[in-house]
């Protein structure tokens, strides 16, 4: 299912993810942690329901994330994006996600 999302928005889905599966952590136990469905969790990792700013800020609380730390990061994936978005394979949401986690595991 192709993503009517910007790449700056599946950028923080795939982290969020990304940060999920690395942590050992199911999407039924995060579904639990917020009093939602599994369902939630996967239609928001999925693409088919968007998170709006408070549960994004949950979600990466639950995820031992702090939420400052990344939007401060971000910028920097999101500007990488912007400047490939006529190269599909110059440098994509996962791999963003993948470069954010380790920064972030440096801070």
Not at 44 to 64: A, C, M, P
């Amino acid at each position: 299912m192709a993503s009517i999302y910007s790449n700056e928005y599946q950028l923080v889905i795939a982290f969020l993810k990304t940060t999920r599966i690395a942590r050992g952590i199911t999407q039924s136990q995060l579904a639990d942690a917020l009093g939602r469905p599994q369902s939630f969790i996967a239609k928001v990792e999925n693409g088919e329901r968007r998170l709006d700013i408070v549960e994004s800020v949950h979600l990466s609380q639950l995820l031992g994330i702090e939420p400052g730390i990344m939007i401060k990061k971000f910028p920097l994936y999101t500007a990488r994006l912007t400047q490939c978005k006529n190269e599909p394979r110059c440098y994509q949401p996962n791999e963003a996600a993948n470069d954010a986690i380790s920064s972030l595991n440096h801070c």
